[in-house]
Every structure is written in C-alpha cells, then in structure tokens.
C-alpha cells in the first residue's frame, strides 16, 4: 500500500509539471524510433484539479511535513516554479535506445537560468561543461542534463531511481540481445545528438504524432510498437516468422481526457498496410446485440463481443507462411484452415455473470457463456470432434460444457446455463446495451459489481472496510467499443466511468486517493498502538523493593 500511495503521488505530481503546445514543436528533439512519448496539457489539467488543491490534501502534508526533507525540495512542492523550468512552455518524456541500449528522457523550456543552475546543483557534485554552444553536467546517479539557450535535456538509464517503481524498472531493464552485456549509454555524445536531430530523423514529421497532438484532450501518449519489438529479446525468436506485416510501422497513440464523472480514453492503431487490407476487409459493421440479449442473467459481470468474419484469421495466419505447417497438424485431426473459416459466421460473444464470492477466492461460484453464430455446421462438428480426441472432458459435465442449434453454438461452464442461453427469449435488458451497440467490437466490465462481492465478506480490519466502502462509492465500470476504419486507423473508444457523474473525475480521484491515505495512515496508527500496548502487557511490573 505504501509503494502504491507513493507511486501515486509522484504521478500525480509529474502530470501537474507537464504541459503540451497546438504544434508539433516536440517532435523536435524526439528520435524517430522513440518507443513511448507523454505529454499532458497543463493548462486543461489545472482548470480540473490546481495545484493549490493538491496542497491541501493530506498527501501533501504528509510530504511537506517532514523534518528531514532538505530545504530545496520543500521549496520546489510548495513552488514548482523555484527549479526555473517553464512548465507553462511544456515538458516530453520519452523512452528510446541509442546504440542498442535504452535510455530515457526529460526535455522542456528553461524560464529563469540562475534557478535552473541552482536547482541542478542538488544533483550534482561538479560543474557545468561546453560541448560547443551545448551546456553538459553530469548528475549523481549516471544521469545528465545538458541545455542550449532555454531548451533542455534530462538523461538517465532505465535503472535511475527517479523512476524505480516497481515493474517499471522491472520493465525498462529487460536485457537487450543486441547490446553488449554491462554496456552505457554515452550521454555526452546522445545530448549532442538530440540537440542536433534533423527533421527526417525525429517526430516533427510524424503525421501520426502530429495528429494526436491535434486533438482536444488532458493527456497525450505515443507508442512505437514496431521500436517496442525491435528492442525485445523475444524478437530473436519471433524473427523465425514472417512478423514484418504484423510489426512494421505498427503504433498507437491515445487521448485521455478526464471529464465529469468518467475517464475517456481515445486509442488509434496504425498497423501494416497489409495487415490493414485484411482487417478492413474483414471486419464486421457491429456485434450481434441479441446475442448479448439471449444472456439469460441480469447479474453480467463482464462481456466481450466482436463481429470479424473468420476468413480474416486465415488471411492473417497466411501471412506469416505457417499456414502449411498448421493444415499439416489440423488434416490428421479431420480439419483444415478452410473449415475454420466456414464454421462460423463472424459473431462471437464471451461473457461471465452470476459471480458469488462468499468468503474467499478459492471456489468462486460464477456463469460463463461463449457463443458463436454458426456458418457451416459440418465444417464446425469437424472441429468439436477434434476437440473431443483432445480432452475427454469435452462435451461432460466440466467447464467445456457444450450445445447448439442451426443458428448457434454456446459453451459455457454449466449445460443447463448454456441451454438456457440457446433456447431463450433473448429478452435480457441491460443499461450498457446502447453504449455498445453499433460498433464491431465492444467490451464491457462492472467494477462495481466486482467490488460489491466483497463487501458481503466479514472484514475484520475497519480501515479494510472503510477503503472497500470509499471503492464502491467511487468506481461504476469500464465500456470499451471500436474497430472502425478511420483516417489511416482503427479507432477505438474507452469508458472508466464513476459512480458520481456530476464531479470532475480527476478531482474525484484525487479524493479519492486522499482518502485512502489518510484511512492507511489511520490503520498504521492504530496498528503501531496496538503493538505498543502489546509490549506493555507483556512487560512485567515494577518490583517495589521498599521495605
């Protein structure tokens, strides 16, 4: 808990020191082969949440409380603006590799240069140096900052303690097959580079990049996929596959916007210009909603549903030349590729309801069904009888409990759900149903409902169920659609949405984070006083040796 408020905080604290511009001036000084860029719109974030709120919680003064905090990182909590960083003028953070290895990066606008010099000096144990018109100093930690006029440039490696938290680090120092083992980045000679950047070789003419800062919103993400896999060990042995359709060129980018009551998330993903004919020519137009309506609960916990006609997958798997090698194990099984594309029509649903969590997670009771719109019913029975040599749970009373009609096929955990499910009214009504409709893939998950199982449990601990209590007033669910061709990509749409629906969701996580701090703060204490009154018990009295 402590490491997760932590981790909080910092985030919370790196989005108020970050804005971003209308232009794609920070592509600039971005590699082109940068495989994660962040900006985040100071200006939109500060109508929602200021920095004088922050001050108030009781996370801040917890942080600006303590005594043994050196004096220049009180001033900068109280004062952002006492590091003569202009954070009105922006800041990008990047991670990119450079001969091999990976680096990551901090880039932004210098207001007031003797309070950037000053605050430097905190870092550092020597002086500045010139590389040209290019200011150099090394910082404690194998880090370095380097500037030229107002621009500046943080560097560090990935193991850097600035962002040691958890997985990430875990993350960023996956060993690199194509490095040298115990190799560093040179940041003199790296700083020099990005300063130096020609426009071919950076962001500034991404027009990917470019149009997502285009867009209105709080928080804008980049990522390389196509850098992501080159700079992955497990490339070497995904290179024994045909991957340059699936990998080159691939990349997402996101729009997050925290709006009143819900999290909006707005993804685009650019693939391969082959990948692209594929998906485009296969993708369906929507889910067959009275395939979600023939759920034969009220109580659905999560569902996923897509429209894409199977002869997509086949196209797909084509690509990669290991559709010989596949039909060569499937033939002997009395299947081929062709009959995976004609067994079903392209609707498929998965879908849990009913879960019932009593005391534990060991045996959760739940509802599970997967359906699928038949295509050809003998090309499918190939494939069921296959799965039949393969398991000889198949078709019994297990978790691959299996029935169908001409229409459809459904799977699911227990038989009588699974015929309840083909052989309903498929009149369920569910107040998600029209966020969901219309669109070729939409996924659906209740947070609420999940968090809701716990409560019913007898939590010993009251700071436990204080936190459970502030959770469910706080989360409602996640509603994810998308799929759509637009503009070079696949557009997709995400919901976090919030039980309050009046209140700014930023300003309402930030409550809700204090909250939670402050009953952990409250649980330590009592903890910590309870072992105190633990000890004095088990203390023996004094002795009173007066006669």
């Not at 009373?397 to 009214?425: E, I, R, W």
Request: charged share 20%; glycine share 6%; with cysteine.
């Amino acid at each position: 808990m402590k490491s997760f408020l932590k981790l909080t905080f910092i985030s919370v604290i790196v989005l108020f020191f970050s804005s971003c511009g209308k232009k794609n001036e920070a592509g600039k000084m971005i590699p082109e082969n940068a495989m994660f860029v962040a900006q985040v719109n100071l200006k939109s974030l500060g109508k929602k949440l200021s920095w004088k709120e922050i001050q108030q919680t009781e996370i801040y003064k917890k942080a600006i409380s303590d005594s043994s905090m050196e004096d220049w990182r009180k001033k900068l909590l109280e004062n952002p603006s006492s590091s003569g960083i202009d954070f009105d003028e922006g800041l990008v953070f990047f991670t990119a590799a450079h001969d091999g290895n990976k680096y990551f990066a901090v880039e932004g606008k210098i207001k007031n240069q003797s309070d950037f010099d000053q605050f430097n000096k905190n870092f550092s144990d020597g002086a500045a140096t010139k590389n040209g018109d290019i200011s150099l100093l090394n910082l404690k930690d194998n880090r370095m900052v380097g500037w030229k006029g107002k621009q500046f440039i943080y560097l560090m490696n990935p193991g850097n303690k600035i962002y040691n938290l958890g997985r990430l680090k875990d993350l960023m120092q996956m060993p690199n097959n194509n490095a040298p083992s115990g190799k560093s980045v040179d940041f003199s000679a790296l700083c020099k580079n990005l300063f130096s950047l020609k426009t071919d070789s950076s962001l500034a003419k991404n027009d990917k990049f470019a149009s997502l800062l285009k867009e209105t919103g709080d928080i804008h993400v980049y990522q390389n996929t196509d850098a992501m896999i080159n700079n992955s060990p497990a490339m070497g042995m995904l290179g024994m596959l045909k991957l340059d359709a699936f990998t080159k060129g691939n990349s997402s980018t996101y729009t997050i916007n925290f709006d009143n009551g819900k999290i909006d998330v707005s993804q685009k993903l650019y693939v391969s210009k082959e990948l692209t004919d594929i998906v485009k020519k296969y993708m369906g137009n929507s889910v067959d909603m009275d395939m979600i309506k023939k759920i034969p609960s009220n109580n659905v916990l999560g569902l996923l549903a897509s429209n894409f006609k199977p002869e997509g997958i086949t196209e797909m798997i084509k690509l990669t030349g290991v559709d010989g090698m596949i039909n060569s194990y499937t033939q002997p099984m009395g299947f081929s590729l062709d009959d995976f594309s004609k067994a079903t029509n392209g609707n498929w649903l998965l879908a849990f309801s009913d879960l019932n969590i009593e005391d534990s997670l060991h045996h959760p009771d739940f509802n599970y069904i997967f359906a699928a719109g038949i295509g050809n019913k003998a090309s499918l029975q190939k494939m069921l009888d296959a799965a039949k040599k393969t398991t000889s749970q198949m078709g019994k009373d297990s978790l691959v409990n299996y029935v169908m009609n001409d229409k459809l096929f459904a799977q699911s955990n227990h038989t009588a759900f699974a015929n309840q499910y083909l052989n309903g009214n498929g009149n369920t009504s569910f107040d998600f149903a029209n966020k969901i409709s219309g669109h070729p893939v939409a996924f659906y998950f209740d947070i609420h409902k999940l968090l809701s199982q716990f409560s019913s449990w007898n939590i010993q601990k009251p700071g436990r169920k204080e936190m459970l209590d502030k959770s469910l007033n706080t989360w409602n669910n996640i509603i994810s659609t998308g799929g759509e061709f637009n503009n070079g990509g696949f557009i997709f749409n995400t919901e976090i949405n919030l039980v309050n629906k009046d209140s700014n969701s930023l300003q309402q996580l930030s409550n809700y984070f204090n909250q939670m701090f402050v009953i952990h703060e409250k649980e330590k204490t009592d903890t910590s006083n309870m072992a105190h009154r633990l000890d004095s018990l088990l203390v023996p009295p004094p002795v009173d040796t007066i006669k």
